[in-house]
């Protein structure tokens, strides 16, 4: 009696150990069928294109530098006269039509004058002050009266103009349909030479750059007597230009 109720009892032992392991072997081919990778199965030929497009336009704004430079025995009449020839030019900007948001101050300098002599130290002979302003003229027709005014009533340090077009979006659109329109007719005649068609784009990317006309100084002098014509000013045009890397699809 104990042999046969010990039998059935070990019976079983097979039984359950194979259910467990038909059970692993299950558990194994499901995460392995999870994480295999999936193989495309496209049969197009991808193709990589650059293209390179500019767009331009005359300039509508200008930004320059002006302001004073004054030389004196001591610091203080140095600043003092500074400042009342810097009044006068910041007075003939304003009357210019320059509005107060487009005139800023760039820099305000003090710095004493020095002697050298072999074998002695330096001397201090004097002071010189400046004083300059950053403005923005927004009808450039202006820039050539506006540099003579300001040297009628004391400025003897500018530079520039400076070009740029204020709103820059419109044109760099206008370049970048360029960049576009070239890159799908390369696309196009390379699929034609391979016997192919474009199907899509898979995908775009884009750098660019503005290219503004390179500053330009116009004077630097102590004096300049005003003349019958205004200062000659050319602003050209302005460039901009955008590069985009397209990815095509082609395919029979």
Same mark, same amino acid.
């Given at each position: ?5 010990? $039998?059935?009892?070990?019976?079983l032992?097979?039984?359950?150990? #194979?259910?467990? $392991?038909?059970?692993? &072997?299950?558990? %194994?081919?499901?995460?392995? #069928?999870?994480? #295999?990778?999936a ?15 500019? &767009?331009?336009? !005359?300039?509508?704004i200008?930004?320059l530098?002006?302001?004073v430079?004054?030389? +004196? ?9 500074? +400042? ?7 007075a003939?900007?304003?009357a210019?039509?320059?509005a107060?948001?487009?005139?800023q ?12 002599a072999? @074998? ?13 302003? @950053?403005i923005?003229v ?10 003579? +005014?300001?040297?009628?009533v004391? &400025?003897n340090?500018?530079?520039g ?9 419109? $044109?760099q ?17 390379? !699929? ?25 100084p116009?004077?630097a002098? %102590? ?5 019958? &014509?205004d200062t ?13 890397d ?7």
């Amino acid at each position: 009696m104990l042999l046969s109720n010990a $039998l059935p009892r070990l019976s079983l032992r097979p039984l359950v150990l #194979a259910a467990a $392991l038909a059970l692993g &072997a299950t558990a %194994a081919m499901t995460a392995s #069928a999870q994480t #295999a990778p999936a193989v495309s199965t496209t049969d197009g030929t991808l193709l990589s294109v650059s293209a390179h497009a500019e &767009a331009r336009r !005359a300039p509508d704004i200008a930004t320059l530098s002006t302001g004073v430079v004054t030389q +004196a025995a001591d610091a203080n009449s140095a600043l003092r006269t500074n +400042a009342e020839q810097m009044n006068k030019v910041v007075a003939a900007i304003k009357a210019a039509g320059i509005a107060e948001r487009d005139i800023q101050t760039s820099g305000i300098n003090l710095n004493p004058q020095y002697q050298y002599a072999e @074998n002695k130290p330096p001397v201090i002979t004097g002071y010189q002050a400046s004083n300059s302003v @950053n403005i923005i003229v927004r009808d450039i027709t202006k820039v050539g009266g506006i540099l003579d +005014a300001l040297v009628a009533v004391g &400025a003897n340090q500018i530079n520039g103009p400076t070009f740029d077009i204020e709103d820059k979006d419109s $044109l760099q659109d206008q370049a970048r349909r360029s960049a576009l329109d070239k890159a799908r007719a390369r696309a196009e005649m390379y !699929a034609n030479a391979l016997g192919m068609r474009v199907r899509r784009i898979v995908s775009v990317s884009e750098g660019g750059s503005f290219g503004p006309q390179p500053p330009m100084p116009m004077m630097a002098m %102590a004096k300049m007597e005003r003349a019958g &014509a205004d200062t000659s000013i050319s602003p050209g045009e302005n460039a901009l230009s955008v590069n985009v890397d397209v990815v095509f699809e082609l395919g029979r």
